[in-house]
C-alpha cells in the first residue's frame, strides 16, 4: 500500500488516503482525480520524515511532515531539524493546566 496526504494551500494536512501499490504510479493518477493537492507519506517514515496526519504541515524545503507544535511553553519548543519534531527539552516549562 501506498500512502498519500493531500495538503490545502497553506500545506496542512486535511486526509491522508490509500493508493494502489499495484499501480505503476502507485495511485497518484487516482489521488490527481479526486483534485487537490497530493504528497506521498510513508507509514514506516522511509520518506517525507514522518507519516503524515491530519493537521500536520508539509514542509517543502525540508521535504518534511511536521506535527503540530507540542504543548509546553512556546518559546521552548523545538523542532529536531533531522527528524522533523518536536521536543521540549526542559520538562520544567511543560504546561500543565491549573498552576
Not at 493531500?6 to 500545506?11: F, H, M
Amino acid at each position: 500500500m501506498s500512502h498519500w496526504a493531500e495538503i490545502d494551500s497553506d500545506n496542512v494536512v486535511l486526509r491522508v488516503l490509500v493508493g494502489d501499490n499495484g499501480a505503476p504510479d502507485e495511485g497518484q493518477s487516482f489521488m490527481a482525480s479526486l483534485g487537490g493537492t497530493w504528497v506521498k507519506t510513508s507509514y514506516n517514515g522511509t520518506i517525507r520524515k514522518n507519516f503524515a496526519g491530519i493537521g500536520y504541515s508539509y514542509d517543502e524545503s525540508r521535504d518534511a511532515f511536521i506535527a503540530p507544535k507540542l504543548d509546553c511553553h512556546p518559546n521552548k519548543v523545538v523542532l529536531d531539524e533531522e527528524t522533523c519534531r518536536w521536543s521540549c527539552p526542559d520538562s520544567s516549562h511543560v504546561i500543565i493546566e491549573g498552576e
